[in-house]
């Protein structure tokens, strides 16, 4: 797994490259967990507590951690292998990743990342570097979206005006131990949630928990349960994978093309994938393709 991310970190150009990761969407295995949430607010330790529970029930269990990067080197800590503390479990696998300045909660090659390893490992969990409100770009890779909320921070009034308040599919009040701070908490992060437009066939659940006591673990991983059959049912995880590597590929183009490369591709329909299409190869045909003259 090490030798493969390292792959597609420094080879991303490479033939073999596409081809590894067009394998790897198609035979995906792994329901995507996304967590994210202000820093501070305990996502390191609530993975810690959710690995516990996954390889309890002998699933095995990779993980994502973006870290910040310094603004002047542009290097970064990538302390959660440490922060995890985890012991040497061969069932449990931790990749961190430096965000290299993206706004978004997410380093550039984390989604190629979650694909790879969704198809080896049961569950995969992406914890986002924690950065605020424009964080957000977590829906493009996670099938189950976890927000995490710290009570007396004032973070869930301000989701209410936020975009990231739209994108959870589950919310979690941390340091539940705190009593009635936490009470007021959830409270005020329901009344945020129901504001927000979302499908009716999906009832976004608030679960108190307290990471350093357990509390409120398994109900946290029974409601990831329930999510995961939510999606089984009408093509919906397929509807969304494919609406995510749409979304990945038209960023990719963007970044590499420009606007008017991107505006290109979307009139000739290239970005448009068909259901279950791997987008890997598909974008690196379309890079080694020369732009056409601009319409007059």
Do not use: N
């Amino acid at each position: 797994m090490a030798l493969a991310l390292a792959l597609i970190e420094a080879a991303p150009d490479e033939p073999a490259t596409p081809a590894l990761l067009d394998a790897a969407y198609r035979d995906a295995r792994a329901q995507v967990i996304g967590l994210t949430g202000p820093p501070g607010v305990g996502k390191s330790t609530l993975i810690a507590r959710l690995i516990e529970a996954l390889r309890a029930e002998g699933r095995s269990v990779g993980v994502i951690a973006i870290d910040p990067s310094s603004r002047q080197s542009g290097g970064a800590l990538l302390g959660d292998r440490v922060r995890l503390a985890l012991a040497d479990d061969p069932g449990v696998y931790v990749r961190s990743m430096a965000a290299r300045g993206r706004l978004g909660g997410l380093a550039p090659e984390a989604y190629a990342a979650a694909v790879l390893m969704r198809a080896v490992y049961d569950v995969v969990i992406v914890e986002t570097v924690g950065v605020g409100q424009s964080e957000t770009d977590v829906a493009t890779v996670a099938d189950t979206i976890v927000l995490c909320i710290q009570p007396g921070s004032g973070d869930s009034l301000q989701y209410v005006k936020a975009g990231i308040a739209e994108i959870p599919d589950i919310a979690v009040i941390g340091k539940a131990d705190l009593g009635s701070v936490a009470l007021k908490a959830q409270s005020d992060l329901e009344a945020a949630l129901a504001l927000q437009r979302r499908a009716a066939d999906w009832s976004v659940p608030v679960i108190p928990i307290s990471g350093t006591r357990g509390y409120g673990i398994q109900r946290l991983v029974q409601a990831i349960a329930d999510h995961e059959g939510h999606l089984a049912i009408g093509g919906r995880l397929v509807a969304r994978r494919q609406a995510q590597a749409e979304r990945w590929a038209a960023e990719t183009l963007r970044s590499e093309l420009g606007r008017r490369g991107l505006e290109q591709a979307e009139r000739a329909g290239a970005l448009r994938l068909a259901p279950g299409e791997a987008p890997f190869g598909a974008l690196h045909r379309l890079l080694a393709t020369p732009l056409a003259p601009a319409p007059q």
